[in-house]
């Protein structure tokens, strides 16, 4: 079982920049694919920003050149530096733990952070 706790969200002005953090327990934080979502207007989750265990990153189209994400396995956490705010990133991030096993994905998730750009 891995546990998820984000922090870092809040009320910030358009064009400035928040860093969010996740802290992960409970597994071998190595293996695991991180990401994080955001809740859309559907109210579905959509991938911001992923890094495997090796770094390899991987970004939203909508979120390329502003966002950031990094991990510290050392540390068991991971992290993204947003910068460039837009009003339309108003939402909840989430922290995501990712792999699969045994051919079977495997998911745990964060309780969410908001986020909220404006004026």
């Known amino acids: 079982q891995v546990q998820l706790v984000e922090s870092g969200g809040g009320l910030v002005q358009p064009g400035g920049s928040l860093r969010l953090s996740c802290a992960a327990s409970g597994g071998i934080f190595s293996i695991w694919t991180m990401g994080w979502y955001r809740r859309t207007p559907g109210k579905q989750r959509e991938l911001v920003a992923s890094?495997?265990?090796?770094?390899?990153?991987n970004y939203a189209d909508s979120v390329k050149g502003r966002f950031t994400i990094s991990r510290d396995n050392a540390k068991n956490t991971v992290t993204l530096k947003m910068n460039s705010l837009k009003p339309e990133d108003t939402t909840v991030y989430y922290c995501n733990a990712h792999r699969v096993r045994a051919g079977f994905p495997i998911d745990y998730w964060g309780q969410g952070t908001q986020v909220t750009v404006s004026s």
């Open positions: 890094i495997t265990y090796d770094g390899t990153t």
